[in-house]
């Protein structure tokens, strides 16, 4: 089974974000996307179960090799990251079609996924927070995309997930070649050894720009962003201790600001 | 032309109720529609409405409606996507309108890869300045509001999927009360129709207020132990929708639909109660929107007091009884 697992290389959550020129300030904090974690963990363990070769493929500024290391120490064979001036600020759309030319080269095919049998990728990711990516980029590969798997089994030939959306459980399957997103749901990230960092180090990782995906240069998005501000951090309100009496209290302040 | 109005049609996809009605995000997304173009709002209702539907969706501002037979299988984001596709080939929108759910979204971003235009998502407010969409949504965990232009040109009509909760619904229309429906044919792409709908079940979970879309929430989080009796007594008077953190979901306490924060649902209450919750990013990047944030929790270090406008540092089991009951008498 031959499996690319997508990847973002993303400002830490926790770290102090912040846009300027109306673009995400990047290369600061930057962290393997959390939810990525999932997909990596999910490509590495189908192919400890039924063989093949996970590719982790990244597209970003150069440094997002670093995520792509991260997924290297998690297990995937070998890692390709996308990087082109002309990417920077890419739109969904774009992303789908530049991500969709790297597959295709991965899987030996001018269109569509040549010989990737699954890509995988995770939920969202955490700096736009869109979650149109997994959809889009199916689109792109003209593959099924079975979306927000809570969990996933895969068949030589066959992927069947089970998720709950909303008020929704339900169970999908598709043929292979297919397109899978995984939720944090659907499993536990493992934890990479020292061993296993230090095999990371050994492992191919391929830079390509868009010249090398026979791509020209990126289309007009026709979104532009033209204002963006900070909003006021909420501030801490009143404090009260419990000595009896806080969840009178509590009443008695949700009565007077008319919030009940 | 009237002021700051496009003046091209707007198509809107109506999702509906597992009766077959739109679901009132669906309305308000028309309403959304009929104020920002002079020219058709065109409704789209994959897999076709309840007959009563159609009345509902010209006075929110519907002109007409598009019906597509998809043999069942709309619920199918792909294929609903395929819909959108070509609706949008066939009406020739300024813009394409959905909802901004996860399903919403991917809808979204399929159909505007195969269109080969843009979209965005989680949309909170869209306006026209001059002849420019202007769509406005907050980002990074809602720290920062951004504003973008949208080119919307029928040659490559933008896709954008909005939060309906975020938009005062218009008065109704004085229109037609009958629009006509009509039978849209949607080429179905391999890949789409190629998704394998093996068992689908709706719970009724959905009972009480949307959670999205309700006034009042409480959030039920590790603290209360599972209680779920203590987190009604104090969400049903209060007429609240209960929402959780992941970890209350985790143990199995709650549907998983209740799950609020980064990976579950954002909302926008006046009134958020936090019960045993420790207000972790993943959890508090959920509810950013809220208006008043309350909080009880035995731990005084905890981030959520940061952010809190009323933090009782105290034992749910004791504060939330009192609480509950003293609310009873206060409110007569
Ligand atoms: C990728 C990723 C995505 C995530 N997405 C989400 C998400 O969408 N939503 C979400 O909620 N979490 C999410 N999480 C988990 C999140 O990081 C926290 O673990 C979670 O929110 C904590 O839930 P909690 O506040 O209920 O539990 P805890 O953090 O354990 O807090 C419980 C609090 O209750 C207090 N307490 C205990 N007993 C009592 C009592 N009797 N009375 C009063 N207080 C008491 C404790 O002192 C503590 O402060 C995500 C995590 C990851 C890694």
């Given amino acids: 089974m031959k499996i690319v697992v997508c990847i973002k290389h993303v400002p830490d959550v926790q770290s102090e974000r912040r846009l300027e020129e109306g673009r995400l300030v990047r290369g600061e904090d930057d962290v393997l996307n959390e939810l990525d974690e999932n997909a990596v963990e999910a490509a590495v363990a189908l ?31 070998s890692g390709v990251v996308v990087s082109d001036d002309a990417l920077v600020g890419a739109d969904v759309p774009t992303t789908a079609r530049t991500l969709a030319a790297a597959v295709s080269k991965i899987g030996g095919a001018d269109s569509g996924p040549g010989d990737v049998d699954l890509v995988i990728t995770g939920m969202a990711s955490l700096d736009a927070m869109t979650s149109m990516l997994p959809g889009a980029l199916a689109a792109a590969l003209h593959v099924p995309a079975l979306t927000l798997a809570g969990s996933l089994e895969v068949s030589a030939d066959e992927a069947t997930i089970t998720r709950s959306t909303g008020t929704v459980r339900e169970v999908l399957s598709a043929p ?18 020292f061993a296993a960092m230090r095999a990371a180090r050994k492992k191919p990782v391929d830079v390509w720009d868009l010249g090398d995906l026979g791509l020209d240069a990126v289309a007009e998005a026709g979104i532009a962003v033209v204002d963006f501000t900070e909003r006021p951090a909420r501030e801490a309100g009143v404090i009260r201790t419990d000595a009896g009496e806080a969840g009178r209290e509590l009443a008695a302040w949700l009565v007077e600001n008319n919030l009940v | 032309m009237p002021e700051n109005m496009l003046n091209a049609p ?17 309305l308000a997304l028309v309403s959304v529609a009929r104020a920002l173009t002079s020219a058709e709002v065109v409704a789209l209702a994959p897999g076709g409405l309840e007959p009563s539907a159609s009345a509902v969706l010209a006075a929110a501002g519907a002109a007409r409606v598009l019906v597509a037979d998809l043999d069942g299988r709309e619920a199918v984001a792909a294929v609903a996507a395929d819909a959108v596709v070509a609706a949008v080939r066939s009406v020739r929108p300024a813009v394409a309108l959905v909802g901004s759910d996860y399903r919403g979204k991917e809808i979204a971003g399929r159909a505007a890869v195969l269109l080969g235009s843009a ?27 951004t504003t973008m232009t949208v080119s919307a040109q029928s040659d490559h009509t933008p896709v954008i999927s909005v939060h309906p909760s975020a938009v005062e619904p218009a008065s109704p229309a004085a229109g037609e009360a009958e629009i006509p429906v009509e039978p849209l044919d949607v080429p179905l792409s391999a890949e789409a129709a190629a998704v394998k709908v093996v068992s689908r079940e709706v719970s009724d979970a959905a009972a009480g207020p949307d959670l999205a879309e309700a006034q009042r929430v409480v959030v039920m989080g590790r603290g209360t132990d599972g209680d779920l009796g203590l987190v009604h007594s104090l969400a049903d008077p209060l007429d609240a929708a209960i929402g959780a953190t992941r970890v209350a979901c985790d143990e199995g306490w709650i549907e998983r639909s209740a799950q609020v924060g980064q990976t579950g649902v954002s909302i926008a209450p006046s009134l958020y109660i936090g019960l045993g919750v420790s207000g972790a990013v993943h959890h508090t990047s959920g509810i950013q929107g809220a208006g008043t944030i309350v909080a009880v929790c035995d731990d005084s270090e905890a981030p959520i007091f940061e952010m809190a406008d009323y933090g009782v540092v105290g034992d749910v089991a004791e504060v939330v009884p009192q609480l509950v009951e003293e609310l009873a008498r206060l409110r007569g």
């Fill in chain 2, 119 to 145: 979209c965005a998502s989680d949309v909170g407010d869209l306006e026209v300045v001059g002849s420019e969409l202007r769509a406005s949504k907050l980002v990074l965990s809602g720290t920062w509001s």
């Fill in chain 2, 10 to 26: 707007i198509v809107v996809l109506v999702d509906r109720t597992p009766e077959g009605i739109p679901t009132a995000g669906a």
């Fill in chain 1, 176 to 193: 292979l070649p297919a397109l899978v997103s995984v939720t944090d749901q659907a499993n536990e990230p493992r934890y990479p050894n």
């Fill in chain 1, 47 to 77: 192919v400890e179960e039924l063989g093949g070769e996970v590719i982790a493929l990244c597209m970003g500024p150069e440094d997002a090799e670093d995520g792509v290391r991260r997924a290297l120490q998690m297990g995937a064979d």
